[in-house]
Nanobody, 125 residues
């Protein structure tokens, strides 16, 4: 059974930084693309960033390009999201997810089959 556990959320002022981490178990981590998604109250869950199984390629939502960086450590089965220059509109619950298909890289949330419980990020103005 796949388990994904996020950590690192919190309250930060606009312009500040946070680093989210996700620890994975129950899958051959190095075979799966990983993604971060977020969901604000009253809104649909949306794509934030994704990284290929080997870490060689990444993809970002336009709203976070240049501010967020996704990375992974296959030796530790972890994926991270470094968030800089945070804005109030980044406030949301952030979810880590594993792709459904080994060695496939897409970013639609429907293509991710395992999800963490989420970690809250709140950015104050």
């Amino acid at each position: 059974q796949v388990q994904l556990v996020e950590s690192g959320g919190g309250l930060v002022q606009a312009g500040g930084s946070l680093r989210l981490s996700c620890a994975a178990s129950g899958l051959t981590f190095s075979n799966y693309a990983m993604g971060w998604f977020r969901q604000a109250p009253g809104k649909e869950r949306e794509f934030v960033a994704a990284i290929t199984w080997g870490g060689g390629s990444t993809s970002y939502a336009d709203s976070v390009k240049g501010r967020f960086t996704i990375s992974r450590d296959n030796a530790k089965n972890t994926v991270n999201l470094q968030m800089n220059s945070l804005k109030p509109e980044d406030t949301a619950a952030y979810y880590c997810a594993a792709h459904r298909v080994r060695k496939r890289f897409t970013t639609q949330k429907e293509h991710f089959g395992s999800w963490g419980q989420g970690t809250q990020v709140t950015v104050s103005s």
